[in-house]
């Protein structure tokens, strides 16, 4: 997965929200309530194909049509970028790895 509009690049893990899959790598996509109905984490899909996790995330038919997704209950189908511009990175425990920011 690739978070634009920095480029930062993770593996999305199947069937685990993309908020989460991010949080793992050190990338928060920020959230406020973690099940669909506060858009705090509301996104657009560049590419590739995401699967709510719930039948009725809080978006219009018309922000879907326009790629909207609530990462905080969506998993990656497929090779997937999207454009969060409120994301940041955080370290992740343990990795030694110099903060190329």
Known sequence: ????????????VA???LVESAR????????????????TCRCQVISGRVRHLIEWP??????RLDG?????VATAESPL???AP???QRPVPGDSRPDVS
């Open 1 to 12: 997965m690739i978070v634009e509009p920095e480029g930062w690049q993770f593996e999305a």
């Open 15 to 17: 069937g685990v929200s």
């Open 68 to 72: 909207s997704i609530l990462p905080c």
């Open 58 to 63: 809080g978006l219009s038919e018309e922000e």
């Open 86 to 88: 409120r994301a940041f």
């Open 81 to 83: 970028r999207i454009q």
């Open 24 to 39: 793992r790598a050190g990338i928060v996509l920020p959230t406020s309530c973690r099940n669909g109905t506060c858009r």
